[in-house]
């Protein structure tokens, strides 16, 4: 069984910052993807930024620029979020793709964190 951890949401102003961190858990073998969604309200779910074991990203076009992806040697990854935008208010989700000790391919997501950029 795998856990995924988010913290470092808050409120900030429109052209701040916040950094949030994201750590797994459980029996894991290797990571091979993390990555972070956002929903708005009344909206889907949608893909922010992602990061893969070989240290590749892919970001969404609405945040390219602003925000980085990272990932540490341990379980941990983060998303720095520079000049942040009203737009950019959402739940953050934590998901991450790993080899089980199981053998098997394990997905999981965080409970979320939520981000509101307002003045």
């Known amino acids: 069984q795998v856990q995924v951890v988010e913290s470092g949401g808050g409120l900030v102003q429109p052209g701040g910052s916040l950094r949030l961190s994201c750590v797994a858990s459980g029996s894991i073998v290797s990571i091979s993807r993390m990555g972070w969604y956002r929903q708005a309200p009344g909206k889907q779910r949608e893909l922010v930024a992602n990061?893969?074991?070989?240290?590749?990203t892919n970001y969404a076009d609405s945040v390219k620029g602003r925000f980085t992806i990272s990932r540490d040697n341990a379980k941990n990854a983060y998303l720095q979020m520079n000049s942040l935008k009203p737009e950019d208010t959402a739940v953050y989700y934590c998901?991450?793709?790993?080899?089980?000790?199981?053998?098997?391919?394990?997905?999981?997501w965080g409970q979320g964190t939520q981000v509101t950029v307002s003045s």
């Open positions: 990061i893969v074991s070989g240290g590749s």
């Open positions: 998901h991450t793709r790993v080899l089980g000790t199981s053998g098997r391919w394990l997905e999981a």
